[in-house]
């Protein structure tokens, strides 16, 4: 019983380069979301979709493009990574969004230098 | 503009007494609001939550209060054990979907 899978777990990047951050789940959610945790910041929501086909912005988005072609997956991708981008990404997702009830990866950790 | 707020960035709690997490909100529609946990190096889990027309939801050890005329809720844990040492994070569902969370409460239970 995978859940919500992340990859990579560690990824180091220069100012510049493109990345994308995979998010798998295996239980049939239409709802899944991504968040960037930062210290003092408490988990902010990048993008988040309701189901293939849909995506939209959440509190932060701006640096980070989603897309929602099946429902297993949603990849971030970072087009220009910057310094500010350093962070720990959880996504997320559930089937029940309206009562927030989140299942969580494990999280990635990125460094742009 | 913070819509979730939890103003403790810490807590110490002697172990066997009441840990009582606090988070205020700003947005009136919000759904739900829930607690969430988080250990070093994992994803946070769900741990307890209530609905916007409730006020109170119990779940052994883990309750919250929710004071709508406030706009605040607390969870309460007792007793406090060890293995509660954690984040607590406080979130809110919203009506156009975003689940939005606060910024958490370190818990440190004091042997």
């Known amino acids: 019983n995978a859940g919500v899978t992340q990859t990579p777990k560690f990824q180091v990047l220069k100012t510049g380069q493109s990345m994308t951050l995979q998010c798998a789940q295996d239980?049939?959610?239409?709802?899944m979301s991504w968040y960037r945790q930062d210290p003092g910041m408490g988990l902010r929501l990048i993008h988040y979709?309701?189901?293939?086909?849909?995506?939209d912005q959440g509190e932060v988005p701006n640096g980070y493009n989603v897309s929602r072609s099946t429902t297993e997956d949603f990849p971030l991708r970072l087009l220009s990574a910057a310094p500010s981008q350093t962070s720990v990404y959880f996504c997320?997702?559930?089937?029940?969004?309206?009562?927030?009830?989140?299942?969580f990866g494990e999280g990635s950790r990125l460094t742009v230098l | 503009d913070q819509q979730v707020k939890q103003n403790s960035p810490s807590l110490s709690v002697q172990e066997g007494r009441i840990s009582i997490l606090n988070c205020d909100y700003t947005?009136?529609?919000?759904?739900?609001f829930l607690w969430y946990k988080k250990y070093p190096a994992e994803g946070p889990t769900f741990l307890i939550s209530?609905?916007?027309?409730?006020d109170k939801n119990e779940d052994g050890r883990f309750t919250v209060f929710l004071n709508k005329s406030a706009k605040h809720l607390s969870l309460h844990i007792v007793p406090s054990q060890p293995g509660d040492s954690a984040v607590y994070f406080c979130?809110?569902?919203?009506?156009?979907?975003?689940?939005?969370f606060g910024k958490g409460t370190r818990l440190h239970i004091l042997p």
């Open positions: 979130a809110a569902s919203a009506i156009d979907d975003k689940i939005i």
């Open positions: 997320a997702s559930t089937y029940r969004p309206n009562t927030g009830e989140l299942f």
């Open positions: 947005n009136s529609m919000f759904d739900y």
């Open positions: 209530i609905s916007s027309i409730k």
């Open positions: 979709s309701v189901g293939a086909g849909i995506t």
């Open positions: 239980m049939n959610h239409e709802y």
